[in-house]
C-alpha cells in the first residue's frame, strides 16, 4: 500500500512506543542470532563453517534493525484498538482448538471452533453458528479424512463415522 | 526441442481431461478469491499448498496458476461494483471503474477489463514462449557466483519495488534468510538454530511459515476491523462495451500489455506495480488527464491489462532461472521444491511437460475465463453475499487440517500459529511479509551458491566481481540502490500521482478512500466486512 494512506491513519499515543519496540526486537533477534553463529564455528572463507552464513545474514538483520531505530517513519504503524482484545481471544481458541484436535481429533474440536468463531466474531446467530458448525465439521471430516485420507489423530466420534 | 514441438507436447499435457479440470477449477477459484474482499492469491494459494502434493507436479503448478491469473480477472468485479479491490493489483481500477459503474456503465467496464486481460494474458504467454527457452540456455552457463548475484538481485528488487518501505522490507528479508539457516547445515549435517527440538533438524516447514504470515495473519488482522461494508448489487447489463469502446482503450490495452510483460518479468514486479505504472502512463498519455477518475475507460482497460499480462510473464524468471518474482511465485515455486521439482534452467529440458504444459494451460485458462466472465459476472456478484466471517472461520479450520496434512504433524499447527501471530505484527507495524517469505525460499539456494563461490576460488570474495555476468548483476544492483536513494522522493510523489484521493476530491464523495487498505463505505444493500488485501502482489 501506498505510503500517502498511512499518513491519514488517525494518531494514537501507544504507537511511539511500538515504533520503538518493533526494530529493537529485530536488534535483539540479529545479535542473538550472531551469537549463536559465532557459536557454531565461522570457518575461514576458504572453509566456511556452519555458522558463517548465519552470521552474514544475521549481520545484515542487526544492521537493518539498527537503522530502523532512527529511521523508522511511524506512519507506518497503526494504533493498538479495543479490537486487539479480540485477537488474543481468538488465538486461545485456535490453541485450544490445536490442544483437542490432538487430545480428542478432528470432528469436535472443528465444531466448537466453527461455531464458536461465527458466533462470537462472525455475528451470525446461534442457530446459524450450530447449523454451520455441524455442516462444516462433517464435510471437512470427509474431505480429510474420507477423500483424502489424511490419518488425523483418532477420536470418540470417527468410529460413528468411519474412516 | 523446438518451440513447435514444446506448443504440441504443452497442449497435449494440458488438454488432458485431468489437467483440464484442474485449469478450470483453478481459474474459477481465481474468480471467485479474486471477488471475495480480504482473501487473495497469496493466501488462497498458500492455503491450498498441502493439497497440491497428492497430485502430478505439473498439474499442481496449473491449478496454481490459473488461480493467479483467475483472481486479475476477478479483482476486476469487486473493484468496479463495490470500488473494493478484491485483491492488491486491482486498486488503481477502482478510481475509474466504479465511477463508470456509477454512470451506469458498470457491464462495459466490466467487460473491457476482461477482455483487455484476456488480450494481456495471452500476448503475456506468447512472450513467455519465445523468451524463455533462449534465457533457460543462456542460464545454463550459470554458475554458483551468478546465482549468489541473482538471488541477491531479487531479494533486493523485491525489496525496492515493493510498496513498502525499502529498509524495512531488506529486514524482512533478512530474517527470511535467517529462517532459511534453521535446521541441517546443507553441507556439513551440523544443526542450526534447533534448540535441541527434534522438529527443527529439517528446518521450518515453508507451507507453515506462508499460511501463517498469508492465512492466519491476515484472518487476525480482518478481526479487529469492525466497520461494515455495503455493497452495490444491481443489476448489469450490457457487458459488451461498445465500438467506440474499444476504439478508445485499445492504444490503453496494448500498451498495457508491453508495460506489464516488462514489470512481471523483473524480480518484485507483478500485479500491483505494473497495474499502478499503466494507470500513470494512460493519465499521463490522455488529451485531457482530468476525465481520469470520473469514468475513462482506458483507465480501467489499461492497468487491467497490464496486471493479467504480468501475472503470466512472472513465471518467466521461476521457470528459466528458478527465481521466484514475486511471493505468489515463491509459493509456487515451494510447490514444486516438495514435489521433488527444482525450478531452473534445466526444467524445459527435464521437465518439458510442466513448462510447456504450464504455458499450454493458461492460454486454455485464459480462453475459460473470458467464457466465465462475460457472461457469468452477475453470477459472482452473488459471491459477495457470503459474509467475511463464515469465510475465515472456514479459512482457518482449513488452514489447521491442511498443515497437518502435509507432515501428519500438529508441531507445524503451532508454527503456523506463531507465524500467524508474526504475520498480524507485521501488519500492525508496517513490515511487508512479502520479502521475508521470498527470502526464506531462496535462502538455501543462496548460501548454497555462496559457500561453492567460496570454495570455487579459494575464498575471494572477487570472484563475484570478476566474472562478467555475476559482475553485471552486481552493477545492476548497485544502480538500484543508488537510483532509488536518487529518487526516494520521487518515487513517493509517484505513488501519490495515482492516488484516488484527488479523482474523488473531484467527483465530489462524502468517504475518505484509502489504497489497498479497503474500507469504504459504499451506499445500498448486502453486508461484508473487508480486510485489507494490501501484501499481494
Do not use: C
Not at chain 2, 499521463?284 to 497490464?306: C, H, L, W, Y
Not at chain 2, 517469505?437 to 551458491?449: D, P, S
Not at chain 2, 537510483?483 to 509517484?494: P, Q, V
Amino acid at each position: 500500500m501506498s505510503a500517502p494512506a498511512r499518513e491519514r491513519r488517525p494518531r494514537a499515543g501507544a504507537r511511539s512506543q511500538l515504533r520503538r519496540i518493533a526494530p529493537l526486537l529485530l536488534l535483539a533477534l540479529g545479535v542473538a542470532a550472531l551469537l549463536t553463529a559465532q557459536g557454531m564455528g565461522l570457518g575461514e572463507l576458504t572453509a566456511p563453517g556452519p555458522g558463517l552464513w548465519p552470521a552474514v545474514v544475521a549481520a545484515l538483520l542487526t544492521g537493518t534493525a539498527a537503522a530502523l531505530l532512527f529511521l523508522d517513519p511511524a506512519e507506518d504503524y497503526e494504533a493498538w484498538t479495543a479490537g486487539t482484545a479480540r485477537i488474543a481471544a481468538g488465538l486461545v481458541g485456535l490453541a485450544l482448538f490445536v490442544v483437542l484436535f490432538v487430545a480428542i481429533g478432528f470432528i469436535i474440536p472443528t465444531f466448537l471452533l466453527l461455531t464458536a468463531w461465527l458466533r462470537f466474531f462472525g455475528d451470525e446467530s446461534w442457530r446459524m453458528a450450530l447449523v454451520l458448525g455441524v455442516a462444516g465439521a462433517l464435510l471437512l471430516h470427509l474431505v480429510f479424512v474420507i477423500a483424502l485420507g489424511v490419518p488425523f489423530p483418532a477420536g470418540p466420534v470417527d468410529q460413528l463415522l468411519g474412516g | 526441442m523446438g518451440i513447435f514441438d514444446g506448443i504440441v507436447q504443452g497442449f497435449s499435457v494440458a488438454l488432458d481431461p485431468v489437467n483440464l479440470l484442474y485449469v478450470f477449477v483453478g481459474v474459477l477459484i481465481g474468480t471467485v478469491i479474486g471477488v471475495l474482499p480480504g482473501l487473495g492469491p497469496t493466501a488462497t494459494i498458500a492455503l491450498l499448498l498441502p493439497l497440491t502434493y497428492t497430485i502430478e507436479p505439473a498439474t499442481a503448478v496449473i491449478l496454481l496458476a490459473g488461480i493467479y491469473y483467475g483472481s486479475m480477472y476477478g479483482g476486476t468485479i469487486t473493484s468496479v461494483l463495490l470500488r473494493l479491490p478484491g485483491e492488491a493489483a486491482s486498486v488503481v481500477t477502482t478510481f475509474d471503474g466504479y465511477q463508470m459503474a456509477k454512470q451506469g456503465r458498470a457491464g462495459p467496464a466490466l467487460g473491457i477489463a476482461a477482455v483487455g486481460s484476456f488480450v494481456g494474458g495471452i500476448l503475456s504467454v506468447l512472450g513467455l514462449m519465445l523468451l524463455a527457452p533462449p534465457l533457460a540456455d543462456l542460464a545454463v552457463t550459470f554458475g554458483p557466483p551468478e546465482y549468489v548475484a541473482l538471488t541477491a538481485l531479487g531479494i533486493l528488487l523485491v525489496t525496492y519495488l515493493g510498496t513498502g518501505t525499502p529498509l524495512k522490507s531488506l529486514a524482512m528479508a533478512a530474517l527470511g534468510l535467517l529462517l532459511a539457516t534453521v535446521g541441517q547445515d546443507p553441507i556439513t549435517g551440523t544443526g542450526r538454530f534447533t534448540f535441541g527440538q527434534v522438529a527443527l533438524f529439517d528446518g521450518v516447514d515453508f507451507v507453515a511459515v506462508a499460511m501463517g504470515l498469508f492465512g492466519v495473519g491476515e484472518i487476525l488482522h480482518s478481526l479487529e476491523r469492525t466497520e461494515k461494508v455495503q455493497a452495490v448489487t444491481r443489476g448489469i447489463r450490457n457487458i459488451w462495451p461498445t465500438r467506440k469502446d474499444f476504439r478508445d482503450s485499445s492504444g490503453a490495452i496494448a500498451r498495457g500489455s508491453v508495460l506489464g510483460f516488462v514489470i512481471g518479468v523483473l524480480p518484485g514486479g507483478g500485479g500491483v506495480i505494473s497495474s499502478l505504472a499503466s494507470y500513470a502512463l494512460e493519465k499521463r498519455r490522455a488529451k485531457d488527464p482530468s476525465r481520469f477518475g470520473r469514468g475513462a475507460i482506458e483507465g480501467v482497460a489499461g492497468p487491467e491489462t497490464a496486471n493479467n499480462a504480468s501475472s503470466t510473464s512472472a513465471f518467466i524468471p521461476l521457470l528459466t532461472l528458478g527465481i521466484p518474482a514475486n511471493v505468489v511465485l515463491a509459493l509456487i515455486f515451494g510447490a514444486l521444491l516438495v514435489q521433488g521439482v527444482t525450478p531452473g534452467p534445466q526444467l524445459i529440458s527435464q521437465e518439458p511437460e510442466i513448462f510447456w504444459g504450464v504455458i499450454a494451460s493458461m492460454v486454455i485458462g485464459n480462453v475459460m475465463l473470458l467464457a466465465l466472465n462475460i457472461p457469468l459476472v452477475g453470477v459472482f456478484v452473488q459471491l459477495l453475499r457470503v459474509r467475511t466471517g463464515i469465510l475465515a472461520a472456514f479459512a482457518l479450520v482449513v488452514t489447521m487440517a491442511g498443515v497437518f496434512s502435509v507432515n501428519n504433524d500438529s508441531f507445524d499447527m503451532w508454527v503456523v500459529l506463531v507465524f500467524g501471530v508474526v504475520g498480524w505484527l507485521m501488519k500492525k507495524t508496517g513490515f511487508e511479509p512479502g520479502p521475508l517469505v521470498l527470502a526464506f525460499v531462496l535462502g538455501e539456494i543462496m548460501e548454497r551458491a555462496f559457500r561453492q563461490s567460496m570454495l570455487l576460488s579459494n575464498g575471494n570474495l572477487d570472484i563475484f566481481v570478476t566474472r562478467p555476468l555475476s559482475g553485471g548483476l552486481l552493477a545492476v544492483m548497485a544502480l538500484v540502490v543508488v537510483a532509488s536513494i536518487l529518487t526516494a522522493r520521487k518515487r513517493r510523489t509517484a505513488f501519490r500521482h495515482v492516488d484516488p484521493e484527488r479523482e474523488v476530491e473531484a467527483g465530489a464523495e462524502p468517504t475518505e478512500p484509502t489504497p489497498g487498505r479497503a474500507n469504504r463505505p459504499t451506499p445500498d444493500t448486502t453486508d461484508a466486512d473487508v480486510p485489507s488485501s494490501s501484501g499481494e502482489r
